[in-house]
């Protein structure tokens, strides 16, 4: 069955950067993007971002331009999200999830768990 | 970017009502690329309704969505104890993906 795993809750300093991973497990790693969403505790769903799999291709939101970098390791089938120059507004739960299909834009059929990062001095 | 506006903020139910949930965009949604996630606490969304009116794989069919263009809405033709929640409407049509702010459907 499809599965994306995460990396377990960061704490981190204003100002140092953060890494979380997306294990993804039960198809072709390869063949979906993978989006990142972030959330505000009580808040809404925030896109920052995809990768594609297959040839290491980005698109980022305007508002994360220069601070977000996201790679790929198809060896281990993991995708990676780094926030840099963290502030106190980044301490906010962040997600993985699969778009649905490749062909065309499409929706997140399978999401990760969550990854928590705290933003204190 | 599409904005998306939901409402109402806040749906008060009982278990076997109707609920109907709206989202609005702030431009023409391209292709009805518009999809409906739950999210209840703890736990990551989860995919019910895509291309408008497409149920995702196992989502039960009291759970239907409709609309074109930038109106919207997601119907539960009869609320079941685990509907109570927070739904979100994203639209795919352009990038950036844009979601809505949320509608959390309560037990009254």
């Known amino acids: 069955q499809v599965q994306l795993v995460q990396s377990g809750a960061e704490v981190k300093k204003p100002g140092a950067s953060v890494k979380v991973s997306c294990k993804a497990s039960?198809?072709?790693?390869?063949?979906?993007?993978i989006h990142w969403v972030r959330q505000a505790p009580g808040q809404g769903l925030e896109w920052m971002g995809r990768?594609?799999?297959?040839?290491?291709?980005?698109n980022y939101a305007q508002k994360f331009q220069g601070r977000v970098t996201m790679t790929r390791d198809t060896s281990i089938s993991t995708a990676f999200m780094e926030l840099s120059r963290l502030r106190s507004d980044d301490t906010v739960l962040y997600y993985c999830a699969r778009e649905r299909r490749s062909s065309h834009l499409d929706a997140f059929d399978y999401w990760g768990q969550g990854t928590l990062v705290t933003v204190s001095s | 970017e599409i904005v998306l506006t939901q409402s109402p903020g806040t749906l008060s139910l009982s278990p076997g009502e109707r609920a109907t949930l709206s989202c609005r965009a702030s431009?023409?949604?391209?292709?009805?690329?518009l999809a409906w996630y739950q999210q209840k606490p703890g736990q990551a969304p989860r995919l019910l309704i895509y291309d408008a009116s497409s149920r995702a794989t196992g989502i039960p069919d009291r759970f239907s969505g409709s609309g074109s263009g930038t109106d919207f809405s997601l119907t539960i033709s009869r609320l079941e104890p685990e509907d109570f929640a927070v739904y979100h409407c994203q639209q795919y049509g352009s990038s950036p993906w844009t979601f809505g702010q949320g509608t959390k459907v309560e037990i009254k």
């Open positions: 431009q023409s949604v391209s292709s009805s690329y």
């Open positions: 990768i594609n799999p297959n040839n290491g291709g980005t």
């Open positions: 039960g198809y072709t790693f390869t063949g979906y993007y």
